[in-house]
């Protein structure tokens, strides 16, 4: 049952609101700031203007084939399972001519045409390059072209793309029957008065397609979100030159010590900022081997990214076979490591609070503790919402530009929620940010985590270990229940199910509950390396080596358990709801022996590997290499003017660009917007601390709980990433 509240002209937005029982708030709101002129391309519309220029352009054959040449053919690679023709975008837009005082000018304009239509034509003009008897083809690469969509909207989905597009797939049976087709038309003309005029009689002939969008030049406008960005920004670059130009004037001008210098004033100082980046120190119970964890866990992301985040190819067939293979199994296995960042989260906030706080402190501070987590996640996260709002929708276009349109859209319509870590209950199906369902549910389980960290710090070992048991026997029995009752896939890659993608993403995949589990085992690692913390560990050659065979083939099962479900024939639901159920908690379970191991001495060369020192930097740029990576390679990928041939050592190069580009601009956005306001937000709270009695050891504690817990972040490399 849904109940639905519907309110009109409110301040200043219109919008629609109905709640479902499973506890989803949708909201459809009127975009009053789009990304794109909608009604320009509706003033430019004058028929008559349109059957004059039709005529000029008939008598005017280099004009004409200007027209034609950036418009509709067959797509390249069409029984290799393309379906889509991008023409020529820019030569499109480009045209600007006046003939016989007529200013004639392109648009750009996308068509869906239907497959197997049946068309009673015998020829057609040579100069068209379009021959619809080319539109019927054989069912079975229908079939495979269909496959093909949904394991690339799956794949995208997975690793947080936009969940539009899978709406636009599955619940549009159009959309894997249909050719998608680029013309270049006159821009008075709509798309059937110039195929008409141009090349057949639409009408006479039953030709069937669908508008998608038309692109014109200059048609993004300025709106205040544009404004916003361009002030905050500007101001941001003033104050980091204006405090960099103090500082480095302090120290090598008047040559005095850089410690005397105004604290608040080398703010933003891109000097001092950058220098705190790259000073790594490490201190007794620090985490080395976390590091390593954090960041080939974002390599990981970053990768499997590189390979789902790629619209179109012309080889679609054989790429979506690779898919479904075992070459490709670790792509297709790659969104299990995000559970790698839930299981490190549950890890840390249990070690960096058990034994410099107690429960009475925690419960005095809890305001603290939820603002600091909070704080130290809003500047890179609003910094992103602002860019996606503003600054990507202008940095560059190409044919495919419709997805920034969107992700702009949402921006500037539901930042709100994803600012307030909502998004994946609060109209999940158009998040701003697409990858920030994480976050969301990683600030929620943190908010719920003081129930049983109130347990744990306690100081009754027996009552610490009861509750973090509980929770993870609780959560698991929990999420296991709801598995078995909602009966979801195992993924978006399930070529018997793939119409059940949006309700595995909404209900299954960004779910708090069915999220927990990992979170929680990291609970348990964490008071576990508590309890053992500064003390030998001893464990027998034999039992060191069992665990570790036990804990690389569980790591190894879970990255291979969903194989079987994404073939062809897959048909048992109770499969499903078990590995929906004990995947994620199974690996984080693995992992958590692994870095127990090497934490005390028995991890030999992976401890090696994840110690180095070379991964201090990446696991200190994480959390915005995570929050900003995928809307960069969004940007690219939809600036393209024609789809990619894939192979894997082509998106193995790209992949490497990619990672280059999301590693300058997190240290970018890290020096110059993230770590100024992390020391102004660590100013003002301890401007509000009260002083405390030196005979009061718990109210001590837990004044000094911001940095204690800082430096264990700093140590451990955790930043803000946990």
Sequence with gaps: MNSTIVCKNIHIFSFAVFVQINGHLHLDWEVRNPALNQSLYEDVLDSVECQKQIGLLQNNTFLLSLFLDAGIRIPRGLLAGNTIDLGNYHQCLEINQTVQNTDIEGKYCMIRVPLNQEL?????????????????????????????????????????????????????????????????????????????????????????????????????PWVPADFTALGIFSLIGLLSFMSTYYELNHIFARNRDSKSANKIFCMFSVY????????????????????????????????????????????????????????????????????????LSGLLVVYTTAGKLTSVGLLKNIHKFYLNRLLRMFPILATTALLEASVFNRISDGPVWNTIVSQTHRCRTFWWSTLLHVQNYVNSENVCIGATWYLAIDVQLHLLSPIILVWVLSGNKRIAWSAVIAGVVLSL?????????????????????????????????????????????????????HTCRGKPVFISTILNLTLWALSLSLLLLVCYCTYP????????????SLINSFMRPAWALGLGWVIFACVHGYGGPINWLLSLK??????RLSYAMYIMHFSLMVIFNSSNTAPIYFTVPYILFLFCGFFVITFV??????????????????????????????????????????????????????????
């Design 120 to 220: 009673p034509l015998q020829a057609i003009s040579s100069s068209s390059h379009f021959d619809p008897f080319s539109l019927h083809l054989d069912e079975n690469i229908i079939t495979k072209i269909k496959d093909y969509e949904l394991s690339r909207a799956g794949l995208k989905a997975l690793f947080g793309a936009d969940l539009n597009e899978i709406r636009s797939g599955p619940g549009n049976p159009l959309e894997f029957s249909v050719l998608r087709l680029a013309v270049c038309i006159p821009k008075p003309c709509t798309t059937e008065e110039a195929l008409s005029g141009l090349l057949f009689n639409i009408t006479s002939l039953g030709f069937k397609y669908e508008d998608d969008f038309c692109r014109l030049p200059d048609d993004k």
């Design 272 to 343: 001092s900022n950058t220098r705190r980046l790259l000073t790594f120190t490490s201190s007794s119970g620090a985490l080395e081997c976390i590091d390593g964890v954090r960041a080939l866990a974002m390599l990981w992301v970053l990768l499997g990214h590189s390979f789902s985040s790629q619209p179109f190819t012309y080889n679609a067939i054989e790429s979506f076979q690779w898919i479904l293979s075992y070459e490709g199994l670790w792509i297709t296995a790659g969104h299990i490591t995000v559970d790698t960042f839930f299981m």
């Design 477 to 529: 029995t929990a999420a296991t229940v709801y598995n078995f009752i909602k009966e979801f896939p195992t993924g978006m890659i399930t070529a018997e199910r793939g119409d059940e993608m949006m309700y595995y993403m909404v209900y299954y995949y960004m779910n708090t509950l069915t999220r927990a589990p990992p979170f929680l085992v990291g609970m348990v690692f964490g008071y576990l390396l």
């Design 565 to 576: 479900t994404m073939q062809p024939g897959w048909d048992n639901q109770t499969v499903d």
């Design 614 to 619: 070379l991964w201090k930097l990446p696991a």
């Design 665 to 722: 601009v997190a240290i970018t956005v890290t020096v110059l917007i993230d770590m100024p306001f992390s020391i102004l937000f660590k100013l003002l709270l301890d401007k509000g601390k009260k002083s405390t009695k030196s005979g009061d050891r718990n109210l001590s504690k837990s004044s000094t709980m911001l940095q204690t817990m800082k430096q264990d972040v700093l140590n451990n490399g955790v930043q803000k990433f946990d």
